[in-house]
């Protein structure tokens, strides 16, 4: 099965709930020029859970479409993940950073998606 763009972020978002990742944020970025066409934001409260949240995603994506990310940045310890499906960027961050840098303000002219 193709998994593209909205489709992709839904799944994405699916896979991360399985691991009880917290305030799912889907930001279609498509109108405001940004470096992707949507952000899945997903927050986790340590670095086994973030790690968790990020394997369960990357499997899931790979077992039904075939599709990898094309890099992972960031790790458990540095509380921040990016999966780049190209896409899709899935940002899976620890709570604490994540009200820190405030993605959700900083992509503020976004069309928020129903998650």
């Known amino acids: 099965m193709s998994l593209e763009g909205p489709d992709l972020a839904r799944r994405c978002r699916d896979l991360a709930d399985n691991k009880k990742a917290g305030d799912p944020v889907l930001l279609d970025l498509r109108e405001v020029g940004g470096p992707c066409e949507f952000f899945l934001i997903v927050s986790g409260e340590s ?8 394997g369960e ?6 077992e039904e479409s075939g599709r990898k990310p ?8 540095s509380q921040w993940m990016i999966l ?3 896409d899709v960027l899935v940002h899976v961050m620890h709570s604490q950073k994540r009200k820190f840098y405030r993605l959700e303000d900083l992509w503020g002219d976004a ?4 998650v």
Do not use: C, M, Q, T
């Open 84 to 86: 780049d499906y190209g």
């Open 111 to 114: 069309v928020r998606l129903d």
């Open 47 to 54: 670095e086994p859970h973030l790690k968790a949240i990020a």
């Open 70 to 77: 094309f890099r992972i940045s960031g790790n458990s310890p």
């Open 57 to 62: 995603v990357e499997k899931g994506v790979r």
